[in-house]
Nanobody, 122 residues
């Protein structure tokens, strides 16, 4: 069974940091681009960041650029999202997903995790 599992979410104060992990089970990540997405209650799912299969290119939503960093360790079959300077508007369920390449169409991503909750509040 092919699975992605997110971890590392939690509750933090504004300005705090979290590191999310996306681990693969049943397949290797080295041939896949991995994207991070988030969805707040009542809102559409949106792309946060994506990293190419090789790790040679990354992209970020304007809302998180300069604060979040995506990286991958293919030896550990894991992709990370370092989240710094967190804001209340970052509150959402965060998901990772795999595709052949980073692209704008969310439905093109083939494999999804269950999500991990991030809550930023005073």
């Amino acid at each position: 069974q092919l699975q992605l599992v997110e971890s590392g979410g939690g509750s933090v104060q504004p300005g705090g940091s979290l590191r999310l992990s996306c681990a693969a089970s049943g397949f290797t990540l080295n041939y896949y681009a991995i994207g991070w997405f988030r969805q707040a209650p009542g809102k559409e799912r949106e792309g946060v960041s994506c990293i190419s299969a090789s790790g040679g290119s990354t992209n970020y939503a304007d809302s998180v650029k300069g604060r979040f960093t995506i990286s991958r360790d293919n030896a550990k079959n894991t992709v990370y999202l370092q989240m710094n300077s967190l804001r209340p508007e970052d509150t959402a369920a965060y998901y990772c997903a795999a595709d052949l390449a980073c692209g704008p169409v969310i439905s093109e991503f083939d494999y999804w995790g269950q999500g991990t909750q991030v809550t930023v509040s005073s």
